[in-house]
């Protein structure tokens, strides 16, 4: 079976990239690596969410193909040193925040915290830096793969598969984000609920070794 998008996505925070985050957020490696591990699958689950319908696949799509080429890959290095390059990247994540969460935004950063044990304020200074990290990546696998928008929509498909098939409770906050709009909101209770799964899971536990080397 190919690489996941999720473990390509851990594989970007090896090395010195935790480090260099934690030390622009304020936070200790260890509580940083487990707030990326938690959120990853929160991004990545809620732009396969964005991508079920049409117009949503071709949003996404316009997005990555405009504006996200995988370069970001590249110069994380600078982007995470602080300054302008730091700020630039975080007011880029918000508005990304903004299209792929909507009002489902403080569910998605609690349900992160809660999974991760950190203070929720880590997480809303660390979302808007990971979601143009994750755009990105996708937007890497796209050209890699030489995909349309009914391709985009097709990977992002397989991987909500992938992960339920892999992990029952990944698979499950997966479907959640999956329902988008209303439904999303009305069900922040069910993402709280289930935000043990996050590193607590097969997939979860997995991610967080990756990114922590361990």
Do not use: C, W
Request: aromatic share 2%; proline share 3%.
């Amino acid at each position: 079976m190919s690489e996941s998008l999720l473990q390509g996505l851990a594989q970007q925070f090896s090395g010195d990239t935790i480090g260099q985050l934690s030390n622009l957020l304020g936070a200790p490696q260890e509580q940083t690596g487990q707030a990326v591990a938690a959120a990853l699958p929160m991004l990545l689950g809620s732009m396969v969410g964005a991508a079920q319908k049409p117009e949503g696949a071709n949003a996404l799509f316009g997005a990555l193909s405009n504006d996200h080429d995988g370069s970001i890959l590249d110069m994380l290095g600078p982007l995470l040193s602080g300054g302008y390059a730091s700020r630039a990247l975080g007011a880029d994540g918000g508005r990304i925040l903004g299209h792929i969460l909507g009002s489902n935004k403080g569910a998605v950063e609690q349900t992160v915290a809660r999974g991760a044990g950190v203070d929720t304020g880590l997480i809303q200074k660390l979302l808007p830096i990971l979601a143009p990290i994750v755009m990105g990546y996708l937007g890497k696998r796209l050209r890699g793969g030489g995909l349309d928008a009914g391709g985009l929509g097709s990977m992002l498909g397989q991987e909500r598969a992938q992960v339920q098939q892999q992990d029952s409770g990944l698979g499950g906050i997966f479907d959640i984000l999956s329902g988008g709009g209303q439904q999303q909101q009305d069900q922040g209770g069910g993402l709280m609920d289930m935000a043990g799964d996050l590193l607590g899971s097969s997939a979860g536990k997995a991610i967080l070794g990756q990114i922590l080397g361990r």
